[in-house]
Each structure stands twice: as structure tokens, then as C-alpha cells.
């Protein structure tokens, strides 16, 4: 039985106290004043910034939400002449720097909740199909799963006390001068919002509340009920959450840009949170045999666990290639402008991106001998969830913070703070009871799993 030590419980909490006191330390140097804007404009200008490029990008963001720049300046018209066009972009810019650490908490919360998701989606689908290799991971699955009631909950929370600075369609005056955006309004409004929210939570926390309790109690059965119960109940959750996946990602990260859409949006967003999943089991698996606490895990587990993190890696890239060759190629502006601002103001973090998400894992993870030796498995894994959290990072920022984007003190002591929490809570569910589901009818088939 695994023994939560104090070591990794002071270790989390650290990195929970870290975390907080740098994100307050970055929310209060971000609140600079507009005189402070234009000096920083003016320095920058001075220094080689291009205000040519500034502009040409802010205009490329202006044109898709014209009114909600004009909103920040309330009801200051935008001017003509030089004058009113210095101080309609220097209010462009604070309002997005304004907006960068609400904008780094949100991704490193989503980043977190979207793992623990994953894994209760993978989670069901074992039960569903009855799968006879997984059942002696199954404890890990649960564990990592006991994050998502307070990882979502938080993801809520910072969504709706984060308003307009992540969401613009929460702004009002932004609205009110936005026709794409009120005939959005019917569903992007926050009270429907917030309700919608709730109710993605409960059903996902219910299913993991009873598939838990359920595999629990078949320790300690002595008939088959409670598992063919976790059967039942998670071929009916795999529906609701399909349907909830989609929907969240719609509400929770696509609406940040409530002028694009895509429709290949969902199955995106379920392939980053599944890839991420299953690597967070195999490194946590792994670390756990390296304690000697999981001698029933062998590396034909491991195997497995490297396949499905190989399988999603190309997974994700087949829907990452076709949603940007589809929208690339069609050249429609209401569209490609999604693209045209990640690739011109983030070059360099949009194709790093692409690259650890499938380049690397791809090769490193093809050999099938490299999918049972853990350090390979360990350096990709660290990889792809480097790779995913950029991946966040670039649907969050370009629609909060436009070009005054980096990765500093806000986005690091955001990661911390989640990262402590994660660890709390994943290894604190881990400790409550044993690491193998011995009551499980295939536990025998999966101990003995070998190829």
C-alpha cells in the first residue's frame, strides 16, 4: 500500500505557497498605468520594436473585433489622426496586459483539469470494453481522477471571475456594439455559461463518485455485481461525455475567439486531454514501480501505455493537420484569421508545439523497444505534456493577450500552483487504498499479461 510521505506532501504545498506568491507578484506589476503603456511603446519603439508589425498585427485582431477595442476606450470614438491612434493602441495594450495573468492561470488550470478528464474518459472506456490488460492500473486511474471535481470547479471559477479579461463576450459594452456576438448571445451569455458548467461537472464527478465506490466495494465482494454496475454505468457516461467534451471545449476554450468556430473543435481538445492522460498513468506507473510498489506491472504494461501515447500523438496530429490544411486552404478571412494569428505573432511557439506533440513522440516511441524501457517512456512523456500545455497556451493567448505574450513569472507560478495541487491531490487518493484492484474479475488475465 502506497504511504503518502511528508516529503512530497511539503514538497506540493511549496510549490502551491511559490506559485501563489509569484502569480500575485505578476497580477500586481501588470496593473501599470496607460502613461506607464506609452513610455513602454515608446521605449520599445526606440529600441527596434517594430511599430509596423505591432500594428499591422493589433490591426488583424482590430478588424476581427473592432468593437471590442473601441469598448476599452468606452466612449472615446477611435481618432484619425496620430494622436488618437497612439492612445487607441496603447489602450489595446494595456488591456492586454492587463489580461496575461488571468490568461496564465487559466491555461495551467485547464492544462491540469483537461489530465484528469482524459484519464476518466480512458478510465471508462477500459470498463466498456472490458479490457484485460488495464484492470491492474486501475488504481492509478482512480487516483488521478479524484483531481477533476476541484480541478474543474477552479477551471470554472477563474473562467467566470476572470470575465472579459479571458471571455470578451462577457463584456458588455462589448456586446452591445458586436452582431456576431449577439446572435451568439442565446448561448454565450453567463449565466447559461455557468449553469452548463455545472452540469458537466456533476455528471462527470457523479460517474467517477459511483465507478469508484463500485470498484471498491468489489474488493470485497463475492460475486461479480459491482463490476458489471461500473460496466453499465461507464458505456452510458462514454455518452454523456462525448456530448460534454464537446460542448465544454466550445464554452471553455473556443469561445475565447466567439468570432471562429470549428467543428472539429471537440475531437481536437479530447485527443490533447487523452494523450496527456495516458502519459501522466505511465509516469506516475513508473515512479510507482520504482518504489517497488507495483511488482503486478510489467513492461508489456508499459508497452501498452507507450502504444496509446504513440496512437493519440498521430491521433492529434491527423486532427490538428486537418482542421488547419481544411481552414488554410479555403482561405475564408472569418476563418483563416485563427491561423494567420498564431503563425504570424507565434511562430515560434506554434511549430515547437507541433513539433513535441508529434514530431519527437513519434519518433522516439515507433520502436517497439523503446515502448518498454522507462526512460524513453519518462522523456517522451515529459515531452508531450510540455508539448500540450503550449498547445493551451496557444488557444488561450492569442485571444487574451495578442502580442504582449512570453512565458514568465505569471505562466510558471501558474504551473506551480496546479502542479502542487495535482500532486495533493493524485497522491493523496493514491494512499487511501491498495494500489491493486484484487476483486476485479480480469485481474488475473492482467497480471499475467505478457507478450
Known sequence: MYIFSNRLKIFSIALIVTGSLGWFYSYSVSHITLDEVKTMLASESHHGYSDSLMDEENDVHHNEYVDEYNSKNHDIKHSKNDHGHEKDHAEHVLHQIHNRPYAALYVAAFFFMMISLGVLAFYAIQY????????????????????????????????????????????????????????????????????????????????????????????????????????????????????????????????????????????????????????????????????????????????????????????????????????????????????????????????????????????????????????????????????HYMDVYMMIMPATVVDRYGFGIAEISSILIFLGLFLLFVFYSLSKHELLAKGNPMIKESENFHY
Open 128 to 387: 466498456a470494453s472490458q479490457a484485460g490488460w488495464s484492470p491492474v492500473l486501475f488504481r492509478i486511474m482512480e487516483s488521478i481522477t479524484y483531481y477533476l471535481l476541484p480541478g474543474s470547479l477552479i477551471v470554472l471559477l477563474i473562467a467566470v471571475l476572470g470575465d472579459k479579461h479571458i471571455f470578451i463576450w462577457m463584456d458588455p459594452d462589448v456586446v452591445a456594439h458586436d452582431e456576431i456576438i449577439q446572435g451568439k448571445s442565446a448561448w454565450l451569455n453567463k449565466n447559461s455559461f455557468i449553469i452548463r458548467g455545472l452540469i458537466y461537472i456533476a455528471g462527470w464527478s457523479l460517474y467517477r463518485y459511483f465507478t469508484r465506490r463500485f470498484s471498491i466495494a468489489q474488493d470485497k465482494a463475492s460475486d461479480n455485481k459491482n463490476f458489471k454496475r461500473n460496466f453499465q454505468i461507464s458505456a452510458g457516461f462514454l455518452v454523456f461525455f462525448i456530448y460534454t467534451e464537446s460542448m465544454m471545449s466550445w464554452d471553455w476554450i473556443m469561445s475565447v475567439d466567439p468570432h471562429w468556430f470549428s467543428t472539429l473543435f471537440g475531437w481536437y481538445v479530447f485527443a490533447s486531454m487523452a494523450v496527456s492522460g495516458i502519459t501522466v498513468i505511465a509516469l506516475i506507473t513508473i515512479y510507482l514501480k520504482s518504489k517497488n510498489l507495483l511488482n503486478f506491472v510489467n513492461d508489456s504494461h508499459l508497452h501498452d501505455l507507450a502504444k496509446f501515447m504513440f496512437g493519440f500523438s498521430v491521433f492529434w496530429a491527423y486532427l490538428w493537420f486537418s482542421q488547419f490544411m481544411l481552414i488554410w486552404y479555403a482561405n475564408i478571412p472569418e476563418e483563416v484569421t485563427y491561423f494567420v494569428t498564431r503563425i504570424e505573432m507565434y511562430p515560434i511557439p506554434f511549430f515547437t508545439m507541433f513539433s513535441l506533440n508529434f514530431i519527437f513522440p513519434f519518433l522516439v516511441l515507433m520502436n517497439s523497444d523503446y515502448k518498454r524501457v522507462p526512460i524513453f517512456i519518462v522523456m517522451a512523456g515529459i515531452v508531450i505534456l510540455i508539448g
